[in-house]
């Protein structure tokens, strides 16, 4: 199989829903090269933004604003690198700048934070880098208490304002789920192979 180069693919949506799970099943495909970059934001290419993610997982920020604003620096920190993977190869990206918008403003900046300066500085970072294809998983597996309704809903806002490149991952089984990630890119004319 063969990901056109320059293509980005998005695996988006709420935490414990197998994004990362289908990171590793697909990254572990028969590619042709130029193969694939797979990989997940914040924590990205570099040691500083791996660094970073690892911090930030491991202990617990007193403000929202902060964790999304170093969330959005790894972003940025990392983009380089991606620009430069997209000249040459595909990425398939564990989460992306919805996640900012979705966890950030929706999961409690939204009425906190002046709205155009946050919409603001997440596109100032993401402009020029659009996806192909976004995955878009709104079904946990497990419970996570991230993961509240107000979340979901800004997944679904997103999703309506850029329907005609977004899919939404029906529930099934993991290897169920990756034959249809694949099937999708196919249709798209993104995976040949």
Request: charged share 25%.
């Amino acid at each position: 199989m063969r990901l056109r180069p320059g293509a980005l693919i998005v695996l988006e949506g709420i935490d414990r829903s197998g994004k990362s799970t289908q990171r590793t099943a697909l990254q572990a495909l028969d590619w042709s090269d130029p193969k694939p970059l797979f990989t997940h934001l914040p924590s990205g290419v570099t040691e500083t933004t791996k660094a970073t993610y690892r911090l930030l997982e491991e202990h617990r920020l007193a403000s929202d604003l902060s964790r999304q604003l170093f969330h959005l620096a790894c972003h940025a920190e990392n983009l380089p690198t991606l620009r430069m993977a997209l000249k040459e190869r595909g990425i398939v990206l564990d989460r992306w700048w919805w996640s900012t918008i979705a966890y950030g403003w929706y999961g409690g900046l939204k009425g906190r934070v002046e709205k155009d300066s946050f919409f603001g500085a997440v596109d100032m970072v993401w402009r020029g880098v659009d996806a192909d294809l976004i995955f878009l998983f709104l079904s946990p597996h497990a419970e996570d208490k991230n993961n509240a309704d107000s979340i979901t809903a800004g997944y679904e806002f997103l999703r309506s304002r850029d329907s005609a490149r977004t899919v939404l991952v029906p529930q099934r089984s993991s290897e169920q789920t990756t034959e249809f990630i694949v099937s999708e890119l196919r249709s798209h004319g993104l995976v040949n192979g």
